[in-house]
């Protein structure tokens, strides 16, 4: 029987970088995951007092009143992981730090008190205004086939304008069951950290593990039944972060490949985006027309929990994740990972189809089956 060495998955150079950079990484992730768990009752107590709970009712599909307000568990935790890691003497993590903080504080109001769809939308562009020009954080470049470099000049602004904006709505639209948002972009936020380890860049590897760990001990309280959902201040703390730790990582490699990874990772929540503005203009409807037709509640719809829901996602976010680490050379982890996934996966629908009663209709099936014998 032929041996299997991890030299047959990942580069030499990968796993000669991979012990030097995971240790690292392993404290500030299991820091930001324990103070997760620690913050969240405290914020869940404090939701409960100032009113900032979940209704039932209307197009929500949780049956109780629900604190809100786990954003501000979610990066306190990992603040703390990070100043603790990396200190503050880094103007990037200043940045990071400061501009998600402030997200986090304002759509507090959001989760109390219900923005209007555009004060919303102005808040977000003016986070992203405060990152570009507040602290230098933008896209400038992108790289062509042969290494050519294109600068962007005066297009960075606009292009890192709508990367930002767009990451905070991708995640708030994901929000809409008990722990999806919050468990991929922990599976997003693990793919970054393994993309930098390819770039030996401790400081991203830091702050995408300690990301990940906060989102990952969120899910102990999120996911169904969810005893706190993150909130517009988290959904935007999320979005906002995991867009400006991607741009961090344009410094030491190539632009295209930096944003090609949460791209790929992202790909079905940012279709999902992307359909719900086509069909609520096609519909008449304004754009921050919130409705239940995305993704996951057609996966509700079919029949599954919302757990199994999750699970898909999760599936589909490492599968797509794994594409992306292909363009930093890990070439056969998308296999390994495609297998490892699809038997979860098949197991979850397998069980979920034997449930199911709807029948799918399919147009001249019917003619192909057996008439019935007649009693």
Not at 30 to 45: E, F, I, R
Not at 86 to 106: E, H, N
Not at 326 to 333: D, E, V
Not at 343 to 364: F, Y
């Amino acid at each position: 029987m032929a041996s299997i060495y991890l030299e047959d998955f990942f580069s030499r150079a990968f796993l000669g970088s991979l012990a030097s950079s995971l240790v690292p990484a392993v404290g500030p992730l299991l820091l930001a995951a324990a103070a997760t768990v620690v913050l969240t009752p405290a914020v869940m107590l404090l939701a409960r007092r100032v009113g900032a709970v979940a209704v039932p009712g209307g197009r929500h599909i949780h049956l109780s009143l629900t604190p809100k307000l786990g954003g501000w568990a979610l990066y306190l935790a990992f603040a703390a992981a990070v100043a603790w890691s990396l200190g503050v003497r880094d103007w990037r993590i200043v940045g990071l730090l400061s501009v998600c903080g402030f997200a986090t504080l304002i759509f507090t109001y959001d989760d109390r008190f219900q923005m209007p769809p555009w004060t919303k939308l102005g808040i977000e562009t003016g986070l992203a205004l405060l990152a570009i020009f507040g602290f230098g954080m933008k896209i400038g470049f992108f790289t062509l086939p042969g290494g050519h470099v294109v600068e962007l000049g005066l297009l960075a602004y606009p292009l890192t304008l709508l990367w930002l904006v767009g990451m905070q709505n991708t995640i708030n639209l994901l929000d809409g069951i008990d722990g999806l948002a919050a468990g991929v972009v922990g599976i997003v936020a693990v793919v970054l950290a393994v993309a930098a380890i390819s770039k030996q860049d401790e400081s991203e590897v830091i702050a995408a593990a300690a990301f990940a760990g906060c989102c990952f001990g969120f899910l102990i309280f999120n996911f169904h039944p969810a005893k706190i959902f993150m909130g517009d201040s988290g959904s935007h703390f999320l979005g906002l972060a995991l867009g400006l730790l991607s741009i961090l990582g344009v410094a030491k490699v190539a632009v295209g490949l930096a944003l090609a990874v949460p791209i790929l990772a992202l790909a079905v929540p940012i279709a999902d985006t992307a359909w719900a503005i086509i069909r609520r203009r096609r519909q008449g409807r304004a754009i921050s027309h919130a409705d239940s037709r995305h993704i996951h509640h057609q996966l509700l719809d079919f029949g599954m929990s919302q757990r199994q829901a999750c699970l898909i996602f999760y599936g589909a976010t490492a599968i797509l994740g794994a594409l992306g680490l292909m363009i930093f050379g890990h070439k056969r982890i998308l296999a390994v990972v495609v297998v490892m996934i699809l038997v979860g996966l098949s197991t979850v629908a397998g069980e979920r189809l034997q449930d199911v009663r709807r029948l799918i209709p399919v147009p001249g099936f019917r003619r192909l089956l057996p008439a019935p014998e007649p009693e």
